[in-house]
């Protein structure tokens, strides 16, 4: 094909890209097999903002308009980006496009007497490059920024486009993670003109009140440790881990990247669900359809987020990157639902033989959130993998997906999808920044991450917690009371183990001095209550003996460690030390679980007591 016609192509495509609606959603409606180009904005990797912006180039300010289909397309990893990629001149110079094609931009006034070089614009321009416009522009401070470009790399996608037409200072109120440097950093690459003084009070334009979006947000439990109140993220305390097999909805951990959907109970069952197939066909069903069309089915399984325990890895090896959980991040439940597997055949999927372009599952929520898994998982007659409406008997809460979420037993929960609204089956994983940028682990020397490196997490490795103690004497008179006793106080200890894949605990260690000596934990059998083709769930245990005799710190207090550690029926075991499996981002910090009891929790007795 010859570059003049190369060139007339790309500017008639130019042309479509003209229409009145935000960049993002040109991208998505040429897509054929990607989900989702974004992900929620509100994780804390200062990675993502990098990759964001090594993804869009800088801009130039936008008196000369010109064709860059490529930057803003190749996220997206779609049909037309293939297109677009043989049509594009062999050159390095961007293809000019006549300024008479589209709306003209509104003009810059003058520089005011100001050296900066930048063109000042009136409030009233900059309204008009609004979520909607072909060029969304934001405010921030005095400055005018063009993040057209950014918006297919920026790690909360057209999330950002709450903000065009205005500032984005007030979302940068709520999300607070945006106030870094680096993402400063970023934003000054679109810089494309000032405010014009007229429009500024004490040097900042005057702000438009925004509704919080997390308003609408359900109430939690006071009984749940919140570790960030917007959004929402909070751990089951330790006395819920042990009070129960299935842990209550009220108490389940909660991790949300962003703000829960709102779906009124009484459209729940109108929701619907679309599958895309490698082919470009696709089916939607409504909650309505998937349950009178497919058997239900019920599967107990835990669900873990990779950063379970990442407060031990900073305690005992040094600081990670992402929220600091205890042992908490972690609870067991009764989902019930579809089989995905049966819906993906009914969508026209052969399990059989879905050929070489279904390799991946990906899934996308409400929310804007995006993962993916294998297909295996899913062609696996014993994956258990579930489009769940209930769990422990009830409909889902909203915090934990309402009205649909995925469930995918084994897996780390960043897989299971809440809030799910369409589904692809691709030749490659989710192009979002939760699948592809984050929820990995690196070495204890990678500092600087490559996250093509590595994999994304998938199925979790064994792992195990001390989720109470309760110390009391030794000695008791034959009426049951506690007598003066000189012997050494007994411990009572509970806790959970859980290995991901399906594999059985089979052996919980335990030593009452720090791992000097062991015995083995009594498992709980609570198989009665268990629902799945594998072991998809955790072993509660305990423990009671008499303490050992204590050491004496540096400031001549008592103290000894509890230590546990359990190994599945495989033989996987945990690691010893944080140290050994330390990565940036305290992901799978699985090693020996640590509780101490100093001469506090000794005195205390017939109290829970240590400090894990």
């Not at 947000?217 to 006395?239: F, I, M, S, Y």
């Not at 110390?471 to 050494?488: C, F, I, V, W, Y």
């Not at 009665?528 to 769930?537: H, V, Y």
Request: glycine share 8%; net charge neutral.
């Amino acid at each position: 094909m010859s570059i003049p016609v190369s060139r007339r192509l790309g500017q008639e495509l130019l042309k479509v890209t003209r229409r009145p609606k935000p960049t993002i959603q040109f991208v998505q409606s040429f897509e054929t097999r990607q989900t989702s180009n974004h992900c929620p904005g509100f994780f804390g990797l200062r990675a993502a903002f990098r990759a964001a912006s090594s993804k869009a180039a800088p801009k130039t300010p936008p008196s000369l308009r010109r064709l860059r289909p490529l930057p803003a397309l190749a996220a997206g990893g779609g049909l037309l980006t293939i297109l677009l990629a043989v049509l594009q001149p062999i050159t390095h110079e961007p293809i000019e496009v006549s300024q008479d094609e589209g709306p003209p931009l509104p003009g810059p006034t003058s520089n005011d007497g100001d050296d900066d070089g930048l063109p000042r614009y009136r409030l009233t321009d900059v309204r008009e490059h609004g979520p909607k416009s072909e060029r969304p522009w934001v405010i921030y401070e005095d400055k005018v920024y063009d993040i057209t470009d950014w918006i297919p790399a920026h790690p909360g996608g057209e999330v950002i486009l709450r903000a065009a037409g205005g500032s984005i200072e007030p979302y940068w109120d709520i999300f607070s993670i945006h106030k870094s440097a680096y993402v400063r950093e970023i934003l000054d690459q679109y810089v494309v003109g000032k405010v014009h003084p007229d429009d500024l009070e004490n040097g900042r334009p005057l702000q438009d009140h925004i509704e919080d979006p997390f308003m609408a947000d359900p109430v939690r439990d006071t009984r749940l440790k919140k570790l960030t109140l917007k959004p929402c993220n909070a751990e089951t305390r330790g006395e819920e881990l042990a009070e129960s097999f299935l842990t209550p909805n009220d108490v389940f951990y909660v991790r949300n990247h962003m703000w829960v959907p709102v779906v009124e109970e009484a459209e729940a069952d109108k929701h619907s669900i679309t599958i895309e197939l490698p082919d470009g066909d696709s089916k939607t069903y409504s909650i309505k359809d998937l349950k009178a069309r497919f058997k239900q089915h019920t599967v107990t399984a835990v669900l873990q987020c990779s950063g379970n325990r990442r407060n031990d890895m900073t305690r005992y090896a040094k600081k990670t990157n992402g929220l600091q959980w205890t042992v908490g991040a972690i609870s067991c439940a009764k989902w019930e639902g579809v089989r995905l597997r049966d819906v993906l055949a009914d969508a026209g999927l052969d399990l059989d033989e879905p050929g070489e372009d279904a390799q991946h599952v990906q899934f996308s929520g409400l929310e804007a959130y995006g993962a993916s898994i294998p297909i295996s998982s899913i062609l696996d007659p014993m994956g258990d993998v579930l489009l769940a409406f209930k769990m422990n008997d009830a409909p889902l809460p909203r915090d934990h997906g309402f009205p649909v979420r995925v469930i995918v037993p084994g897996h780390v929960a960043a897989r299971c999808v809440k809030w799910v609204n369409k589904i692809v089956v691709s030749d490659e994983e989710s192009n979002t920044t939760w699948q592809r940028r984050d929820y990995k682990c690196f070495g204890p020397n990678e500092v600087k991450q490559d996250w093509d490196k590595y994999k994304a997490i998938q199925v979790m490795p064994i792992t195990s917690a001390i989720t109470r103690t309760m110390l009391k004497r030794g000695d008791k008179n034959l009426d049951g009371q506690t007598a003066e006793s000189t012997g050494p106080p007994i411990v009572e200890v509970e806790g959970y183990a859980y290995s991901g894949g399906g594999r059985e605990i089979q052996r919980v260690d335990i030593s009452l001095d720090g791992g000097q000596t062991w015995d083995q934990a009594q498992l709980l059998d609570d198989t009665r209550l268990e629902r799945g083709s594998k072991s998809w769930c955790w072993k509660r245990w305990k423990y009671e003996a008499a303490l050992p005799e204590t050491t004496k710190t540096s400031n001549g207090e008592s103290k000894t460690t509890l230590v546990v550690k359990a190994t599945d029926d495989a033989y996987n075991t945990q690691p010893e030390t944080h140290k050994s499996i330390y990565n940036l981002r305290g992901n799978l910090a699985t090693a020996w679980h640590r509780v101490d009891l100093d001469s506090a929790a000794l005195k205390g007795l017939g109290k829970s007591g240590g400090k894990d």
